[in-house]
């Protein structure tokens, strides 16, 4: 006896009608396309979209933005998957993936690059012409989405917030247009599509300075954790008076026994200081030479490295996994504030944490960039970031342990946090990225761009400054 097919739903026939205009493809639920777009790098942050649309063009996203309003569904925007958050209103999941053009201009020195684009393409072929690029820590992550949050490098100390040297988006606001975004035509978007996260709409190309630098000098030295209390105390101290040239950070690492673990680290606490330096190596060996001597060095090294083998530096994971991510910005830090943090995720301590990591701010990060912007709390002295594993049976011991740090790390925070780290739905944490004025104009941006709320990732923003949604 034959099963006859169900008939299709009002939803089954615009989908098809929305797939016969798309230049791209619209990908649905029970097919291994779809799991595999809408699959977040974080998998703990996992949503169920209607379907996704794998756009080939800005002209697809337009109009998927608009069939969107039509039905009635958010938008959520991917290409990497990093930065997700789960989100559990009916949506049509915007993938970007497909737009990878990558265009170096060596005699502007200026890229342009798709919304698809990850930040290792853009250091190789920039290298090709001896430039650099901006990257954060992790040069699998998208170039878009890093550069909305603001963009914190392994050399921002010299160079600023990746954001910063942002020259042109181009954009498809909640209210389905597309626009050409510059510091002159529409501003008030330039001003917002820089650091509001992708509230404002979904970028479909941008345009930013590369940096006229084809090495650095940097690494990384990994200590048993036993010397954690002498490490901190003395990488804060030593950190205190570097130049701008330097930039640093500090993790306390408790790496499980995986085979993509080396050895020295897997199933034990480790210390992790993270060095980079601009200009002469030989100057770079010298302002490194203490960090040599706090402990005998288990792995890693120092050394001169091609400015495209930047992610080396911090050699952030590139599998897909689930995690619990918090992070805070701390506006100084005092020896209390060392035996705070030490007693959470010290050697001594039982943390979860799979990483407890320390950021030097300032340098080029505290200046005001020559375009404002919505990237606030630029005189944070440090970043401090956690994270931990968001699976069974250990999330929410994770959650819980994350959670106590940062309130007891709260008297130097104050809350205060970055768009690109600690990402989140919670309007709490959101109001904590930005100051009452940013994330008031901000608010009223995306009301003015998208009047009916389709953008997923304005919802917070507009409840975090407490707007009615539409």
């Not at 699959?39 to 794998?54: D, E, G, K, M």
């Not at 181009?170 to 992708?198: H, I, M, Q, S, Y």
């Not at 918090?326 to 979860?352: H, K, N």
Request: proline share 8%; hydrophobic share 45%; charged share 15%.
């Amino acid at each position: 006896m034959s099963t006859l097919a169900p008939e299709p739903t009002t939803l089954d026939r615009a989908l098809a009608e929305l797939a016969g205009r798309l230049a791209g493809e619209v990908l649905l639920p029970g097919t291994d396309a779809y799991a595999a777009t809408a699959r977040p790098w974080n998998v703990a942050a996992a949503s169920a979209p209607v379907a996704v649309a794998a756009v080939a063009s800005a002209a697809d996203v337009a109009a998927a933005v608009r069939f969107a309003d039509t039905r009635d569904l958010d938008v959520i925007v991917q290409a990497t998957g990093h930065g997700a958050v789960a989100h559990s209103r009916p949506s049509l999941l915007v993938h970007t993936g497909r737009l990878t053009d990558v265009t170096i201009d060596p005699t502007r020195r200026r890229a342009r690059v798709g919304a698809g684009v990850r930040w290792q393409q853009v250091l190789d072929a920039a290298g090709e012409f001896g430039l650099g690029a901006l990257a954060g820590s992790a040069p699998h992550v998208g170039v878009v989405g890093y550069l909305t949050g603001g963009g914190l490098s392994p050399v921002a100390r010299t160079f600023g917030y990746g954001s910063d040297r942002v020259t042109a988006f181009d954009v498809v606001t909640g209210d389905g247009e597309p626009r050409r975004v510059t510091p002159t035509e529409n501003p008030a978007l330039f001003w917002g599509l820089r650091g509001g996260k992708g509230a404002l709409g979904i970028v479909t190309a941008v345009e930013f300075e590369l940096i006229e630098l084809d090495t650095i000098y940097g690494g990384c030295l990994y200590f048993d954790g036993a010397a954690a209390d002498r490490l901190l105390s003395a990488w804060k101290t030593w950190s205190t008076g570097l130049a701008e040239q330097a930039s640093t950070s500090l993790a306390i690492l408790r790496l499980p026994p995986l085979p993509s673990v080396p050895p020295p680290l897997a199933g034990r606490c480790t210390v992790a200081v993270r060095f980079a330096w601009v200009g002469d190596p030989a100057e770079g060996e010298r302002v490194a030479a203490p960090l040599r001597d706090l402990a005998p060095v288990i792995f890693g090294g120092l050394g001169e490295l091609p400015f495209p083998a930047l992610g080396m530096i911090h050699a952030d994971p590139v599998d897909p996994m689930p995690v619990h991510e918090r992070a805070v910005l701390l506006r100084e830090l005092p020896d209390t504030a060392v035996t705070t943090l030490l007693r959470f995720a010290g050697p001594d301590a039982s943390s979860p944490q799979v990483i407890v990591e320390l950021r030097l701010l300032g340098g080029a990060l505290a200046r005001e960039p020559q375009h404002p912007s919505a990237v606030c709390h630029r005189d944070a002295a440090y970043s401090l970031l956690t994270i931990g594993l968001a699976a069974p049976p250990v999330v929410e011991s994770t959650a819980a342990d994350a959670a106590a740090l940062l309130a007891a790390m709260e008297p130097w925070s104050g809350g205060l946090s970055t768009p690109n780290f600690g990402v989140s739905a919670d309007p709490v944490i959101v109001a904590g990225k930005y100051d009452p004025a940013t994330l008031a104009r901000l608010a009223t941006l995306t009301a003015s761009y998208d009047p009916n709320a389709r953008m997923a990732a304005a919802r917070p923003i507009r409840a975090a400054a407490g707007l009615v949604q539409s």
